[in-house]
């Protein structure tokens, strides 16, 4: 057995727990864009689907040329929060207990 002791885990927690509110937005406008992902994704389908019915088309490009607009703004606002949150737990490291998207198993 191995034991690891982390003298900043308490620090940590006690930060991760005052930014609950910060998570949640996170997680919402991932899930967000992730729709619009799927919308933009389905959309792109049906114009390839589409190609003799010209008007169907253009009507379809306008949507995606929306939903791409829209994508592109909850993009900037998840880099805001996740910069957020970066720079709460550590200015230059972020968080000591993040791999990617998802909390470590420490």
């Known amino acids: 057995r191995t034991l690891l002791i982390v003298p900043e885990l308490e620090e940590e927690m006690a ?58 703004e909850l993009t900037l606002e998840l880099t805001d929060a996740l910069t957020r949150q970066h720079y709460a737990f550590h200015r230059q490291w972020g968080r000591l207990f993040k791999a990617g998207h998802q909390n470590s198993r420490w």
């Open 15 to 72: 930060i991760a727990s005052k930014l609950g509110e910060l998570q949640q937005e996170i997680d919402e406008l991932r899930a967000d864009r992730s729709e619009l992902e799927r919308r933009c994704n389905a959309l792109t389908m049906s114009i390839i689907n589409e190609e003799s019915n010209g008007a169907a088309v253009q009507e379809a490009n306008a949507e995606l040329a929306s939903l791409r607009r829209q994508q592109a």
